[in-house]
């Protein structure tokens, strides 16, 4: 009687979940990829039936000779879009790099913090986070906007005599992404940081380092699976972000999600926004794989 | 040289903080403002938090958002924490490997993606959109932030105290409910809460999933963005806020108390 309660009780908590990400993370990608496959139509939903089980197989594999890979065709074929993917992994490889520069010394900061202060600190890096991110991004176009706050405040300083244009760049992106996904660097840094043996820094210096040398040679290195899951959190994310380019980087900026998302509702094209997402998915499965090897090694070494 | 490298420190701590607060303070300063103009302060007033009030969209929206919120964090907990259960439980089962990749994914898969992927299947499936929708949506990628955060409370919890449950006769669903799940609690509901603010704050997937009669707030505040800065979005924006931080610190409060009380308890029950 046990057993069998216990067998059904450890079936249920592993199918339910499972079960639910099949349905609603798993399958949506295939009917994405089938969707690509597919020519718009004017019709609602607004693309041309493909491949299905619905009209039994002899129709399947009619169908699949009428199978187009024509929008990926297309998507090749034109320089607009292939731009976009370049420059939103261009934008994000930036913003990464910047992130973690602007990281890593708050999160040394913190891991070298008297431990009565840790968690204060790690609450306030937190607590950002829990603020929405559209708020967050909407709060940057009150500052660099030309009128804004910023330029406001250089011209009282006296600094500058024209306002520098910011919104609308790409220099806006790479202010907010570096400001949105802060916390998603600086908390895994913390934690491999916060870990670290600071006696080996003492011991270097003991032993005539000095402590630059000393942080590049020993606190760096071991700070590594840190640093790589920070900028894996802060550059898949990134290249397909939406809000920001659309936001702080205006109409003349090119990133894909931007893109994906004016194909969808403004052109209502969903076979070639299907296929924009399915070669979006393609570029980020090696860094996302990562992340997750990343991911199960680290908790391996929890166990 | 310790003082430098602590004056260094103090320096990148308050720079750092000053760069992520100060945009948010300068937001909720400027809802405070009389003039229509954001950027120019022309005196207090609180008169756009009263023409929010007026507001029939916003406040339908925020109602919308409210439920949405609600029922996706409480069926994402649920779901997130029998698979963090499953995840550092049972180690070997058919298919664990994508399993765990599913709950992984979802953390770093752009919401673009995401939200199309959904839509795809809604519309494949005929399921009407709207409200539930959104809902199901949410459950999904929220409730692998809460599988991470509750798998993380589970991996350094003893799973001998569930052992010894069960050699003293506890069912294994006793020895769940009455031994793990109280001590797992604070990460439960810090769960819940990630689960409900992402909900709260999610423009893009709640955007392709969304259909007529289920705008949530963010679609709302998205859409008035777009035709620029007004006062009353700061308002809004800071009443979020507001909300946001009075529960993430009193629940942090909460826990914290808590803590303390667990910690005296497990003195007292080592003298014993």
């Known amino acids: 009687m046990n057993r069998a309660l216990s067998a059904i009780f450890r079936r249920l908590v592993i199918v339910v979940p499972y079960a639910w990400l099949l349905v609603f993370f798993l399958v949506p990608f295939f009917i994405v990829f089938k969707i690509s496959l597919s020519q718009t139509a004017i019709a609602m939903p607004p693309y041309v039936p493909t491949f299905g089980l619905a009209e039994g197989w002899s129709a399947l594999f009619g169908r699949l000779g009428e199978l187009s890979f024509e929008n990926y065709v297309w998507l090749f074929g034109d320089p607009l879009y292939v731009n976009a993917y370049l420059s939103s992994v261009w934008i994000a490889g930036v913003s990464t790099a910047l992130t973690l520069a602007v990281g890593y010394p708050i999160a040394y900061g913190m891991a070298r913090a008297p431990s009565s202060v840790r968690p204060l600190l790690l609450m306030l890096v937190i607590l950002p986070f829990w603020t929405s991110f559209l708020i967050r991004v909407y709060a940057w176009i009150g500052i660099l906007k030309p009128e804004g706050l910023l330029n406001q405040f250089l011209f009282f300083l006296g600094v500058i005599d024209q306002p520098l244009i910011i919104l609308n760049t790409t220099t806006a992106i790479y202010i907010g992404i570096v400001y949105s996904y802060l916390p998603f660097m600086v908390l895994p840094l913390y934690a491999t940081l916060e870990k670290m043996d600071y006696s080996l820094i003492e011991a270097a210096g003991d032993l005539g380092c000095p402590p630059l040398t000393a942080f590049w040679k020993i606190t760096f290195p071991l700070s590594l699976p840190g640093v790589l899951a920070g900028c894996m959190l802060v550059f898949i994310p990134a290249v397909g972000e939406f809000v920001i380019p659309d936001l702080l980087g205006g109409p003349r900026t090119l990133m894909i999600g931007k893109t994906l998302w004016t194909e969808f509702f403004n052109n209502r094209d969903w076979p070639v926004a299907s296929a924009v997402a399915v070669i979006l998915l393609i570029i980020l499965v090696v860094p996302i794989v990562f992340f997750q090897r990343a991911q199960a090694r680290a908790q391996e070494a929890g166990r | ?272």
């Not at chain 2, 260094?8 to 937001?27: D, E, K, M």
């Not at chain 2, 993606?113 to 809902?135: K, P, Q």
């Not at chain 2, 809004?236 to 308890?265: F, M, N, W």
């Open chain 2, 1 to 272: 040289m310790a003082g430098t490298w602590g004056r260094l420190n103090i320096a990148a701590l308050v720079l750092g903080f000053a760069f992520l607060y100060l945009p948010i303070v300068l937001l909720v300063i400027y809802s405070f403002n009389e003039s229509r103009l954001v950027t120019v302060w022309a005196g207090f007033s609180t008169k756009w938090y009263v023409a929010l009030l007026s507001n029939q969209g916003l406040m339908d929206a925020a109602w919308v958002t409210a439920r949405v919120a609600f029922l996706s964090a409480t069926v994402a907990t649920v779901l997130g924490t029998m698979a963090a259960v499953s995840l550092t439980r049972y180690t070997r089962f058919r298919g664990r490997v994508l399993f765990s990749g599913m709950v992984f994914a979802p953390l770093v898969m752009p919401e673009v993606i995401t939200g199309l992927s959904l839509l795809l299947l809604f519309v494949a499936i005929n399921f009407d959109r709207g409200f539930a929708t959104v809902t199901i949506a949410h459950i999904t990628f929220s409730m692998c932030f809460v599988a991470v955060v509750v798998q993380s409370r589970l991996m350094s919890f003893d799973e001998a105290l569930e052992e010894a449950a069960l050699d003293l006769g506890a069912t294994p669903v006793g020895a769940f409910f009455q031994v793990t799940l109280p001590v797992i609690l604070p990460a439960v509901v810090s769960g819940w809460m990630l689960a409900f603010t992402l909900s709260l704050d999610d423009l893009v997937i709640a955007s392709f999933t969304s259909g007529p009669g289920a705008t949530t707030l963010p679609m709302k505040i998205y859409s008035q963005v777009r035709l620029g800065v007004t006062p009353e979005i700061n308002a809004i924006c800071t009443i979020l806020i507001g909300v946001v931080t009075v529960g993430v610190i009193a629940a942090s409060l909460i826990t914290k108390t808590r803590d303390v009380q667990r910690r005296r308890d497990e003195q007292l029950a080592e003298r014993i």
